[in-house]
């Protein structure tokens, strides 16, 4: 059975999805995850300190420079290596803590050249993040390593006194592990009674301890995530820089499709028309039987041609659908499927024309695999919407077993619905029933 984990975690980090019979308080301090995230913590103190004596060393030292020339390629090579930094940073979290952190926006090189290198590595504010993250992980490197290994140490070394106990009278001269003493009075953990006592407060330690270090590793992902990963308007811009080029490989697919269907399609049967009608007036002289045959069949063929060209029309953008909508275009599309279909609009009032558009051509695809794959008996079609977002709903009682990656064409759909901040929700078991949803951006038609 497939879970789902929180960000930043992963199976084997101490969420395993058995059950177990110990509590979680006991187990900790034996987990994995516990000593992952303790690893982490030391291994945060040399590198927090080497990354912080570069920032300081060389932010300083190209501020200072800066009268001259070469404090700007200083400053870029500081920045360039706090960026370095920062991909060890996120791989030693992936590794410890099993936080994924995607790499953040790459570099705006305008110029293929030193100075573009320069003035990109300046500008980017990623950049500027990963030496804010050098200055802040420092001083929380150095507090959480002290509260970690505190808790750690103390709390081990409490828990297991009594195996080691016996050093201090053999060694040391003293009946045990001294907790006060002045010039006049001292005490010693000696006793049954105060080593039991100590076994106790260990025991506590021992088991308050993965919780502290968990909590102090929070503050950690917190700063990787926001520092170093991808802002959100960056990572806003590679999505749409994504989408767009979706939206053109789609378009560029559309044209072809059209130039293809016009070329063997309509064209081929009007070349072959104005052969026909070109032999008939040859003949219209001397058979005029013949030439009217020939003229009867050159009707024919263009019926067929109008025909073909108001199907190439209507899948371009049908003109019942700018003349009244989604609901009339949704039932012409229904009408022609080869399974019954319900159709269902609910809508104050129209969308944008893009919207819309795309709404009905990701029902009509919708509606046929319904009619090649399915093997339904009947489909169903709902439209509405709900706040900001225009749903689609197709279902049928078919077969089931239908994937984005299936090969009937839900993956093109999933692209062409991404590319305008749409989503395409597949729910279809094998034997049925398939449910798929669709969610749109809602945007009124500008008057």
Request: proline share 6%; with cysteine; hydrophobic share 50%.
């Amino acid at each position: 059975m497939a879970m789902e984990y929180g960000e930043g975690y992963r199976p084997g980090y101490g969420d395993q999805p058995r059950r177990h019979r110990m509590p979680a308080v006991l187990r900790a301090p034996f987990e994995a995850r516990s000593w992952h995230e303790f690893g982490y913590v030391l291994l945060g103190l040399p590198i927090g300190i080497t990354l912080f004596v570069f920032a300081v060393t060389m932010i300083s030292l190209g501020a200072g420079l800066l009268v001259t020339f070469l404090g700007i390629p200083v400053l870029a090579a500081a920045l360039a290596g706090c960026r370095g930094f920062g991909a060890l940073e996120r791989a030693r979290a992936h590794g410890l803590l099993g936080l994924d952190v995607a790499d953040p926006e790459p570099l705006r090189v305008r110029k293929r050249s030193l100075m573009g290198w320069i003035g990109a590595v300046l500008k980017s504010g990623s950049s500027w993040r990963h030496v804010l993250y050098a200055l802040l992980q420092f001083p929380w490197a150095v507090f959480s390593f002290a509260v970690a290994v505190a808790f750690w140490a103390y709390g081990w070394a409490m828990l297991t006194y009594p195996l080691w106990f016996w050093v201090f009278p053999m060694y040391a001269g003293q009946g045990g592990l001294q907790l006060y003493g002045d010039e006049h009075h001292r005490i010693y953990l000696d006793n049954p009674f105060e080593i039991t006592v100590t076994v106790l407060v260990g025991a506590v330690f021992t088991m308050a301890a993965p919780w502290i270090v968990r909590a102090l590793t929070a503050v950690d992902r917190l700063m990787v995530a926001g520092l170093l990963g991808p802002s959100r308007l960056g990572a806003r811009v590679v999505e749409l820089e994504s989408d767009r080029g979706v939206v053109v490989d789609t378009a560029a697919a559309d044209l072809r499709r059209i130039e293809r269907d016009l070329h063997d399609g309509a064209q081929a049967r009007l070349v072959n028309l104005a052969m026909d009608l070109g032999l008939a007036k040859e003949k219209l002289r001397e058979d005029p039987r013949a030439a009217a045959r020939m003229v009867d069949e050159a009707h024919g063929e263009v019926k067929t041609a109008l025909q073909e060209l108001r199907d190439l029309a209507r899948g371009i953008h049908p003109a019942v659908l700018t003349d009244r909508g989604l609901d009339a275009a949704l039932s012409a599309v229904a009408s022609r499927c080869p399974v019954p279909v319900r159709v269902e609009v609910d809508l104050p009032s129209r969308p944008a024309p893009a919207i819309e558009g795309i709404a009905y051509f990701t029902v009509s695809e919708l509606l046929q695999n319904v009619g090649k794959h399915s093997g339904a008996r009947s489909a169903t079609v709902d439209v509405w919407r709900a706040d900001d977002r225009l749903m689609l709903q197709v279902m049928d009682d078919g077969v089931g077993g239908a994937a984005p990656g299936a090969g009937t064409g839900l993956r093109g759909l999933t692209e062409r619905l991404s590319a305008v901040d749409g989503i395409l929700a597949v729910d279809s078991p094998a034997g049925g029933p398939t449910r798929i949803t669709a969610e749109l951006p809602w945007r009124d038609t500008l008057n």
